[in-house]
T-cell receptor
Framework: NAGVTQTPKFQVLKTGQSMTLQCAQD?????MSWYRQDPGMGLRLIHY???????DQGEVPNGYNVSRSTTEDFPLRLLSAAPSQTSVYFC???????????FGPGTRLTVL | SQELEQSPQSLIVQEGKNLTINCTSS?????LYWYKQKYGEGLIFLMM?????EEKSHEKITAKLDEKKQQSSLHITASQPSHAGIYLC????????????FGDGTTLTVKP
């Protein structure tokens, strides 16, 4: 099992550009989440999904879109990148809603 | 997160010393999770606590959840350089429906 995979590992964008961060898991987990990690602020939830076709907003959803067309994939879209979105992004999945989360290696995004 | 307070923010200890990291919730927890993160990498699951008064150990790391299920502590005995990293607590609440809240993290440095 590959676990949770994320691509790309690093990305530099210019203000106003759009892009998609990819996340995939091969553990047949229903629950998937996107977090951003900024220095001294732990992890903040952006969007999450409780199954294919079902997504909801987390703590900091503005400027991000998600969709979940399959159990395996949960892409995060930045609509119009802003310097405030410079961060490290983590995708995570879990089997059940009260269960440990498995994290991907992260995507380090810089917006100039 | 204001729901979940983690302390201290950073900790520097001499190799061989014991240390404790605390995680306090503003409301009753359903589940409390401890993760470790090496710089530039994803999070690794350490332990999950669900029952009041529960205690779990993994090698030299022990985590406890208080009887009221609002506070957890992570204790490392005889610290080693391999223990260095960022420790994060994560919480599930009964009403969460799949989304977790994380503390701001504790950065641990172990001096040889």
């Amino acid at each position: 099992n590959a676990g949770v995979t994320q691509t790309p590992k690093f990305q530099v964008l210019k203000t106003g550009q759009s892009m998609t961060l990819q996340c995939a898991q091969d553990m047949n987990h229903e629950y998937m989440s996107w977090y951003r990690q900024d220095p001294g602020m732990g992890l903040r939830l952006i969007h999450y999904s409780v199954g294919a076709g079902i997504t909801d907003q987390g703590e900091v959803p503005n400027g991000y879109n998600v969709s979940r067309s399959t159990t395996e994939d949960f892409p995060l879209r930045l609509l119009s990148a802003a310097p405030s979105q410079t961060s490290v992004y983590f995708c995570a999945s879990r089997l059940d809603r009260f269960d440990e989360q498995f994290f991907g290696p992260g995507t380090r995004l810089t917006v100039l | 997160s204001q729901e979940l307070e983690q302390s201290p923010q950073s900790l520097i200890v001499q190799e061989g010393k014991n240390l404790t990291i605390n995680c306090t919730s503003s409301k009753t927890l359903y589940g409390l999770y401890w993760y470790k993160q090496k710089y530039g990498e994803g999070l690794i699951f350490l332990m999950m606590l669900q029952k009041g008064g529960e205690e779990k150990s993994h090698e030299k790391i022990t985590a406890k959840l208080d009887e009221k299920k609002q506070q957890s502590s992570l204790h490392i005995t005889a610290s080693q350089p391999s223990h260095a990293g960022i420790y994060l607590c994560g919480a599930d609440y009964n009403t969460n429906a799949g989304k977790s809240t994380f503390g701001d993290g504790t950065t641990l440095t172990v001096k040889p």
